[in-house]
């Protein structure tokens, strides 16, 4: 692409209102010192010296479209806990609408809490209920979603799913019906429990691990030809538009059925692979809107999946660093 052609798409970017439904996550870093061994029990003892917190999950999705220049509308439930506030509070210093966020008292918010000394994660601990949302959360969940299609009219729509019970089959397929009759292109970034429930999406993006488990082929291989073939089983099985298919350390893998591209990785100095996902459907959700081919949509993706592996924990693509990392050499 030439210089002009990446500014006109990342200003197409910018006047874009997507709609992101999924699973949030408090993820919090609690970081210190360890020079001591409990009396206890043979553990380490961590001196907690600091607490950073942030957005994961579809929230991570949400920061990375704001960053872009987007304007993400999140769509989803937690709990009515302090976590839970804690998420509202996030939400509101970076300038992004808590409006979609429904509080639930029948459930606990997804906090995953690590601790981390010297820059080394010692471990994490996770608290959450993974189970679906009862009835009336569902369907509170599904009117908010209908109302804010109607009333904001997203470009697009992102399903981003870790499992934790916020989508269910009836809001996913309520959803994409809403969508295709209004035409707005829906991209998926799923897990293993609702993987071949997405018929009629628009871009599914599963890794190359969710993909396996998927479709129950642990013998699929980051190669064109295995890649092809699955993508070939997953569209019989489950139509979709195109996928991208993130295969870590060899890239991402495109197609449309018709034509594809296996797509180099550019992530040379990895320190975490945390959130990279939330930033790739984020970006290629963005280049979909703004017209990009096929291929191009993939490398804007990889792109910035390369940037953001460059950081500790889970962090939303910078933009100047974007900018500077898609202009032609």
Same mark, same amino acid.
């Given at each position: 692409?030439?210089?002009?052609?990446?500014?006109?798409?990342?200003?197409? @970017?910018?006047?874009?209102?997507?709609?992101? =439904?999924?699973?949030? +996550?408090?993820?919090?870093?609690?970081?210190?010192?360890?020079?001591? =061994?409990?009396?206890?029990?043979? &553990?380490?003892?961590?001196?907690?010296?600091?607490?950073?917190?942030?957005?994961?999950?579809?929230?991570?999705?949400?920061?990375?479209?704001?960053? !872009?220049?987007?304007?993400?509308?999140?769509?989803?439930?937690?709990?009515?806990?302090?976590?839970?506030?804690?998420?509202?509070?996030? !939400?509101?210093?970076?300038? *992004?609408?808590?409006?979609?966020?429904?509080?639930?008292?029948?459930?606990?918010?997804?906090?995953?809490?690590?601790?981390?000394?010297?820059?080394?994660?010692?471990?994490?601990?996770?608290?959450?209920?993974?189970?679906?949302?009862?009835?009336?959360?569902?369907?509170?969940?599904?009117?908010? @979603?209908?109302?804010? @299609?109607?009333?904001?009219?997203?470009?697009? +729509?992102? $399903?981003?799913?870790? #499992?934790?019970? /916020?989508?269910?089959?009836?809001?996913?397929?309520?959803?994409?019906?809403?969508?295709? &009759?209004?035409?707005?292109? /829906?991209?998926?970034?799923?897990?293993?429990?609702? $993987?071949?429930?997405?018929?009629?999406?628009? *871009?599914?993006?599963?890794? !190359?691990? %969710?993909?396996? %488990?998927? @479709?129950?082929?642990?013998? +699929?291989?980051?190669?064109?030809?295995?890649?092809?073939?699955?993508?070939? $089983?997953?569209?019989?099985?489950?139509?979709?538009?195109?996928? *991208?298919?993130?295969?870590?350390?060899?890239?991402?893998?495109?197609?449309?059925?018709?034509?594809?591209?296996?797509?180099?990785?550019?992530?040379?100095?990895?320190? #975490? /692979?945390?959130?990279?996902?939330?930033?790739?459907?984020? /970006?290629?959700?963005?280049?979909?809107?703004?017209?990009?081919?096929? %291929?191009?949509?993939?490398? $804007?993706?990889?792109?910035?999946?390369?940037?953001?592996?460059?950081?500790?924990?889970?962090?939303? +693509?910078?933009?100047?660093?974007?900018?500077?990392?898609?202009?032609?050499?």
């Amino acid at each position: 692409m030439t210089e002009k052609a990446i500014i006109n798409t990342l200003n197409a @970017i910018s006047d874009s209102n997507i709609l992101i =439904i999924g699973d949030v +996550i408090l993820d919090a870093y609690f970081h210190g010192k360890v020079d001591r =061994i409990s009396p206890e029990a043979p &553990v380490s003892i961590l001196d907690v010296e600091k607490k950073d917190y942030r957005l994961g999950g579809a929230a991570n999705v949400a920061l990375n479209l704001k960053a !872009l220049g987007a304007s993400p509308i999140l769509c989803t439930v937690i709990g009515s806990d302090s976590s839970g506030d804690k998420i509202i509070d996030l !939400l509101n210093a970076e300038g *992004l609408d808590a409006s979609g966020v429904i509080k639930s008292s029948s459930r606990i918010t997804s906090l995953k809490t690590r601790l981390v000394s010297s820059n080394r994660q010692l471990m994490r601990v996770d608290e959450e209920r993974v189970e679906a949302l009862n009835r009336e959360d569902e369907q509170r969940l599904s009117d908010l @979603i209908a109302r804010m @299609i109607a009333s904001s009219k997203p470009d697009a +729509i992102i $399903f981003e799913d870790y #499992d934790k019970g /916020v989508i269910s089959l009836s809001i996913i397929s309520k959803t994409i019906e809403l969508a295709r &009759v209004q035409d707005i292109p /829906v991209t998926v970034d799923p897990k293993k429990k609702n $993987f071949l429930s997405y018929s009629g999406a628009t *871009l599914f993006k599963p890794n !190359l691990k %969710e993909l396996r %488990e998927g @479709i129950n082929n642990p013998s +699929i291989e980051p190669s064109i030809e295995s890649l092809r073939k699955a993508y070939e $089983f997953l569209n019989d099985v489950m139509p979709v538009e195109m996928a *991208l298919f993130t295969l870590s350390s060899h890239g991402m893998y495109v197609t449309n059925g018709t034509s594809d591209a296996l797509i180099p990785s550019e992530a040379n100095q990895i320190a #975490d /692979v945390s959130g990279a996902g939330d930033t790739v459907i984020a /970006v290629a959700t963005c280049a979909l809107i703004a017209g990009l081919s096929l %291929e191009e949509i993939a490398r $804007f993706a990889n792109t910035a999946a390369g940037l953001v592996c460059k950081s500790p924990g889970v962090v939303a +693509i910078d933009l100047n660093s974007f900018k500077n990392a898609l202009k032609p050499t």
